[in-house]
Every structure is written in C-alpha cells, then in structure tokens.
C-alpha cells in the first residue's frame, strides 16, 4: 500500500509538472498499430489538465477520463482511510456489481463512439 501511495504521488508530480504533449510520454500502442482510439488515448493530457484545474480542456483529451476522474479519487481516499484506520472499510457505492458492468458497457460505447466518422466522433476524439 505504502509503495502503491509512493508511485500514485511520484506520477500526480510527474503529471503536473511535465506537459504530456510536449514530453517524450509513451504514446498509445493501439492508435499506433491500428489507428483507432481505444478508450485510453488522450488519458495522459486530461489527467494534466485536471491536476491543472482545466476541466473543459481534459473533457476535450479524454471525456470519459474527465467523468470518472472523481470516482478514482474517492476509491483512492477510501482505501488510504482503510489503511490508516487498519480496517477494510469498502464504499457501499463503489464495490456495487452494477457500477462495474456500467464502467465496462460505457467504455465499450465509448470506444466505439469516438472511433466513427462524422462530427460526433471527432468531437470524442482526443
């Protein structure tokens, strides 16, 4: 866990200094290959905007990255409270079935959306 808090702190600095479209990052291997966007690609910039407060701009990089932002933090700020607190303590809404198979059946949508042509699209894509 300690290691887990280390390595999220050292990427969140990492994020907020460096400009992901200025800096050598790794670029997305699947719109390499195939030229597709799968449902990451844009992820690196929107999480650089959001640690930079520019919600409309990471909304333009990644839409779905923008709209879960908040629910990472609040399973990463349960998780530490648990570990501080020494008990498991699991957010009712967080380890609900529902949720899961809704993140899975939105970033499906999602991919197939902002790889089709036409305005919608183009809107989605980073």
Do not use: I, K
């Not at 990255?65 to 629910?71: C, E, H, K, Q, T």
Request: contains cysteine; aromatic residues 10%.
């Amino acid at each position: 866990m300690v290691l887990s808090l280390l390595v999220g702190s050292g990427l969140a600095v990492l994020y907020f200094r460096l400009d992901p479209a200025r800096y050598p990052f790794p670029r997305c291997p699947v719109h390499w290959l195939t030229g597709l966007h799968c449902p990451g690609c844009g992820t690196q910039r929107a999480v650089h905007a959001l640690l930079h407060g520019r919600l409309l701009e990471a909304v333009g990089f990644n839409v779905l990255a923008a709209l879960f932002a908040p629910v990472v933090v609040l399973g990463v700020a349960a998780e530490v409270r648990g570990w501080l607190g020494g008990s498991a303590q699991r957010s009712v809404l967080l380890y609900r079935p529902w949720l899961g198979w809704g993140v899975v059946g939105l970033t499906v949508l999602f991919t197939v959306l902002r790889n089709l042509p036409g305005p919608l699209g183009a809107w989605l894509a980073p």
